[in-house]
Structure formats: structure tokens, C-alpha cells
């Protein structure tokens, strides 16, 4: 199935590597570019079309797994050359993630070990929402990429606990945390002086006490989220909520489920924040892109 084409022109076709298998029963999705001029190039396409995927995804509420989660099987050189000795055609290992490789003579793939992919959503869906995000995926960046991951590295955890503590990440991964006011500053300043000077203290206790102050320096990951949250979700309810003040809630039963606060957070808390902030790790990545603030 042709997917679109690459700024440069380079067709883009997505299949499930084997001609038995549909969209719909299928454990892999490949998206494959031939005839590119240098490997350079199709380095350069495939992180584009990594992006554009990731971005695909996050628009349609979907988790996938791009090689980033899985444990990587490995062919060693002397059994791939076996398996060519005996079908006469060149293999190489089948990386579960992007691979740049010499087109002819056209390779078979082996693989150790068998990916998990569920294709929640029909292939057509995918197919638009992925054409609208390549030409916007040059600008996704790391955070996003790692945000993305820990998303969908929520939606494979059995334990809503470890989904919901992987989603908080996720948001904190897009998190940067801004410089305070000046007014802020200066009285940090002095409270580290006066820390520095204090005779009655250790070494160690200054020290550490120090180190503390410094760190208030920047804006506390709860007020960045707030931001955050106010920048790529304004006007998103969660559960009635504003998406800034169901971030505050959020943040506030991560802590008590973290640090041990009594009382401890019920499982159907947990599993209820859980489910909305999925939408909200979802809608952070990919609104940006979708409203065309960062097109």
C-alpha cells in the first residue's frame, strides 16, 4: 500500500511483510522506501518517517512499539551466511526498528523472537493521519520521541500502577523547567549566602542544604506541567477538570503513590487518572502538530 511521498519525492509503501497477511492480523506494520541515493538519505527518511509514525499514532490515541521496548534478537554472521547457502538468496538480520540496507541484491530478513503489535485502529485511518504528519515530522523532537515511548510503553504494562507512573513520566519527559522571576532569585540567592556562612552547620549540611536551594531556582515540575498543560491543552476538560488542574491532581496522587503519603491511593483512583491521562499524554504530543502551531 502506498503511504505518500517523502518532500524529496521518494515513494513510501507500507505493507505487513508477508503477501498472507492483512492489515488486520498482522504482528508487524513495515514502512519501506527503495532506490534512495545514498544510505545517508535513507537514514535521513527513516528517522523522518520514525517521527511521522510516532506522530500518526499519538493523533489516533494509538501505543505502538517501534524497537524502542523490545529485546533485540541477533543472527550472527556465520548463521546468516548458512541460511544463504542454503536458499541461495542474501539475508540480514530484521531489526525491529529502522534499518538502512543495500537494495540489490534484494535480501531476505531473518528474525529471532516475534514482536507484539496491535492495530487498534483501521489501517486507512492510519494511512491519513500518517500522510498528514510526515511533512510535520522534521520538527518532533526528543522529548517528544521519549515521551511517545513511555506512552506507549504504558498501554503494554498489565499493572495500572506502572501505566499510570509511566504516563506521569511521560509528561515530565516534555516538561522544561523554566527560570523563576528576578524577585524569586534574589531572595534564593540570599538564603544561599546565608546557608554558605552558617558556622553552626556542617560541611556536609551546607553543603546538601545548598544544593537544595539551587535547585529552586527553576519552577517545580508541578507548575511546569501546569504550563505545560496550559500551552498544549487549553480549553481540554479531563473529568470535568481543566487540563492544568487535573495535571495538579494527577502530580499530587503520583507523589502519594511514590512517596508512600498516606492515605495511600486506591486502585480505582489510580486506574481512573490512569485513563485520562493517556488522553492527555496523547493530546500533549500530537495538538501542537494538529492545530498547526508548530507547522
Known amino acids: 500500500m502506498q503511504m505518500g511521498h517523502s518532500d524529496a519525492g521518494d515513494e513510501i509503501l507500507l505493507s505487513t511483510g508477508k503477501p498472507d497477511r492483512t492489515f488486520s492480523n498482522s504482528d508487524w506494520l513495515i514502512l519501506r522506501a527503495d532506490g534512495l541515493p545514498s544510505a545517508e538519505r535513507a537514514g535521513e527518511l527513516g528517522q523522518v518517517c520514525r517521527k511521522a509514525v510516532m506522530l500518526a499514532m499519538a493523533s489516533l490515541r494509538m501505543a505502538g512499539d517501534l524497537g524502542d521496548r523490545a529485546p533485540k534478537g541477533w543472527i550472527a554472521r556465520f548463521g546468516l551466511e548458512m541460511l ?10 530484521d531489526i525491529h526498528g529502522l534499518m538502512v540496507f543495500e537494495s540489490e541484491p534484494r535480501p531476505r530478513f531473518a528474525s529471532v523472537g516475534a514482536p507484539t503489535l496491535s492495530v487498534a485502529r483501521r489501517i486507512d485511518e492510519f494511512k491519513r493521519a500518517f500522510t498528514m504528519s510526515l511533512p510535520l515530522a522534521s520538527g518532533f523532537s526528543k522529548r517528544e520521541e521519549a515521551a511517545f515511548t513511555l506512552y506507549s510503553s504504558a498501554a503494554f504494562q498489565r499493572s495500572q500502577y506502572a501505566r499510570f507512573l509511566l504516563l506521569v513520566m511521560a509528561v515530565e519527559s516534555l516538561i522544561v523547567l523554566e527560570r523563576r522571576g528576578a524577585h524569586v532569585l534574589e531572595y534564593v540567592e540570599r538564603l544561599v549566602a546565608q546557608t554558605k556562612s552558617n558556622s553552626a552547620l556542617s560541611a556536609s549540611e551546607r553543603d546538601s542544604l545548598v544544593a537544595s536551594l539551587e535547585e529552586t531556582r527553576r519552577e517545580s515540575i508541578r507548575a511546569a506541567g501546569r504550563r505545560l498543560a496550559d500551552e498544549r491543552l487549553d480549553g481540554t476538560k479531563f473529568d470535568g477538570q481543566s487540563a492544568a488542574a487535573f495535571w495538579g491532581e ?13 492515605p495511600l491511593p486506591t486502585s480505582d483512583e489510580v486506574g481512573k487518572a490512569a485513563a485520562q491521562l493517556e488522553v492527555f499524554v496523547a493530546l500533549a504530543i500530537s495538538r501542537p502538530y494538529l492545530d498547526g502551531s508548530k507547522a
Open 84 to 93: 544463504e547457502d542454503q536458499c541461495g538468496q542474501r539475508f540480514l538480520n
Open 250 to 262: 494527577a502530580y499530587t496522587l503520583r507523589s502519594r503513590l511514590v512517596h508512600g503519603n498516606h
